[in-house]
């Protein structure tokens, strides 16, 4: 059972998890018009997804902003878990859309050295802000911080895949390799959204108020 929280000790849990939320929403904004131009210029799909899934990370750490802008954030959660899960059921449509244009038309983007590089950035720096967050949630006793930590981590297998299909695009050809692994991304993605959308475990033990809004 999760140790009950004192009111300092949550509230210091609170500011680290909007300092995380901060840290993630400009580190994504900033890889977002990059990751966007670059895909523009090269005719990359991939790159393009991998932008726009940047946006969706934004939008997720702005949702963990506004929860914990309230005094009494718990009574947000609910809330803050379906609009989480609403950006999950978003990033998971818009790659499978992509991934099956890409596998019909069969297009080939030019290599994209920007991209690789990026991608490369988002290996290093994701999977660490994804431990932060997802140890500050559960801590918290937070399932909606949780849920925007696992989206971080979405983001860092977004760049795997990012990074395998641009490298076997510009070395092999290998066009389809991207398309393919986006699907597998896609359905994890859809998976965590159900999983947010229900809001298991949205009560945790460390909870000391009651809710209003049926999460409790």
Known sequence: MTELLVPSRRKQLGRRAQLLAGASVSYNA???????????????????????????EVASGLII???FRHPLPETRERRALRLIAL?????ALYVSVESIRSLVSGSTPDASSVGIGLAIASLVVMPLLSV????TGKALGSDAVVADGTQTLLCTYLSAVLLVGLVLNATLGWSWADPIAGLVIAAVALREGIQAWQGKGCCAPNQQTTCNDGCC
């Open 30 to 56: 900033i890889e977002a018009v990059v990751a966007i131009t670059a895909g523009t210029v090269s005719g990359s799909v991939a790159l393009v997804g991998f932008g726009l899934d940047s946006i969706v």
């Open 65 to 67: 902003l506004w929860q």
């Open 87 to 91: 950006s999950f059921f978003g990033l």
């Open 132 to 135: 932060a967050q997802r140890r």
